[in-house]
């Protein structure tokens, strides 16, 4: 490849970065995709290559094409493998697992996340073991296990925080993109912090914890890391300041369609239709049509992580407004997807909905199975009932 090329495939670079950063996304990915295409076709350029894959597979992503972006990711994990690069390595299995948990397959995220793990603990200190002891809470929480959670978020703050200080000497972008990436693991594991204290009853402590998330994902444009933190606060509020719900939802979901992230958008619509229906008389009007927009971005996008969530909100929705059977068809389409999951937020709803669905049919055998099923959650996960009414689905 000549000079010429290489410095075009570089400026190419360089014009998705600054598009990534404005959130032109669709403009980020062609550049690096024209990037990708000039760059392989040049010797000893294989680093800048692995680079450039990776900043699409961080794209793409968010925006839906999972299939992309887990091609993109496990191409570049082989070459760090090869190149016995173990932190980049642990990174990208960290990526990988994402993708798989939002596919629903929380099996090989957790066998992605140990192999994350088993590459950097025992080796010195590294910012990635912080990312990596988030994500492990973070998976804690979801399963059911705050005291676990609790513990892993504490061992990513211990990890992340005293790097996200500014050092005395000039700073230079290495150094300020390494506090990002620090503070990126601080916000996260303040969020899951704050969902576990949730989960056991201390929410004033909860909610604190995920507005210092929010805090610190804003002060370093951590927009994904924020838009996590008010899907939760949206959640918190609506049991303690309700007035701020819908509004923090709505905040969420603007920034979340900003920058792309389409996941998050469905999380927050799900929130927002459970605020509008619990808080106003706008229930119909808008919170169902902002949880069927949540269930039709689940089924785009193949997130069958989430999928449930949806289902269970309009279930609830049409329940409470009179039509059973399309309210027992959502629960029972959730159901299928929730007892192969196994999460105490999405067992309880479902179970509880159906038990009461049955109930006003006079099928008291089986509104009494669906009882007995939802006490039994809750009983195994040391949670009360009302924990999990009032606060539905945290993230």
């Not at 014009?15 to 990708?36: E, F, I, P, Q, T």
């Not at 350029?45 to 680079?51: G, I, L, N, S």
């Not at 279930?315 to 389409?333: F, M, S, V």
Request: aromatic share 6%; with cysteine.
């Amino acid at each position: 490849m000549s000079d010429e090329k290489l410095k075009g495939a570089r400026y190419l670079v360089a014009a998705g970065d600054w598009a990534r950063g404005m959130y032109a996304n669709d403009d980020a990915v062609r550049h690096y995709k024209s990037a990708l295409a000039t760059l392989r076709e040049c010797d000893g350029c294989e680093e800048e290559q692995w680079a450039v894959r990776e900043r699409l597979g961080d794209l793409l992503a968010p925006m839906g094409d999972r299939a992309a972006a887990l091609a993109h990711y496990e191409a570049v994990l082989a070459a760090f493998a090869t190149a016995e690069d173990r932190p980049a390595q642990a990174r990208l299995q960290r990526k990988i697992a994402g993708l798989y948990w939002e596919a629903g397959d929380r099996a090989v995220a957790l066998a992605r996340l140990q192999a994350g793990l088993s590459l950097l603990e025992g080796r010195g200190e590294h910012i990635e073991l912080a990312h990596l002891y988030q994500e492990m809470g973070r998976l804690a929480f979801r399963s059911g296990d705050n005291r676990r959670a609790i513990d892993w978020a504490q061992r990513a703050l211990a990890q992340a925080e005293p790097l996200t200080t500014p050092s005395p000497e000039p700073d230079t972008p290495l150094d300020a993109e390494r506090r990002r990436t620090a503070a990126s693991a601080v916000a996260q594991a303040y969020n899951t912090l704050g969902v576990a204290l949730a989960r056991t009853g201390r929410l004033r402590d909860a909610v604190g914890h995920i507005e210092r998330s929010v805090a610190v994902a804003e002060a370093h444009d951590l927009l994904q890391a924020a838009c996590r933190g008010y899907t939760n606060l949206g959640v918190l509020y609506s049991a303690l300041d309700p007035k701020r719900a819908i509004e923090t939802c709505t905040h969420g979901l603007e920034m979340a369609k900003k920058i792309g992230d389409l996941g998050l958008q469905s999380r927050l619509n799900t929130n927002l239709a459970v605020a509008y229906c619990a808080l106003t008389n706008r229930c119909e009007e808008q919170g169902l049509s902002a949880a069927q927009a949540a269930l039709d971005l689940d089924r785009q996008l193949g997130q069958l992580d989430h999928l449930a969530v949806p289902l269970i909100v309009l279930g609830q929705i049409h329940q409470c407004h009179g039509d059973p059977e399309l309210a027992l068809k959502y629960y029972r389409e959730a159901l299928e997807l929730v007892e192969q999951i196994g999460e105490p937020q999405l067992l309880f709803p479902c179970y509880d909905g159906l038990a009461s669905l049955y109930l006003d049919r006079g099928d008291e055998p089986q509104a009494e199975e669906f009882m007995v099923k939802a006490q039994r959650v809750c009983e195994e996960a040391g949670l009360e009932p009302d924990s999990l009414v009032v606060l539905p689905f945290l993230e």
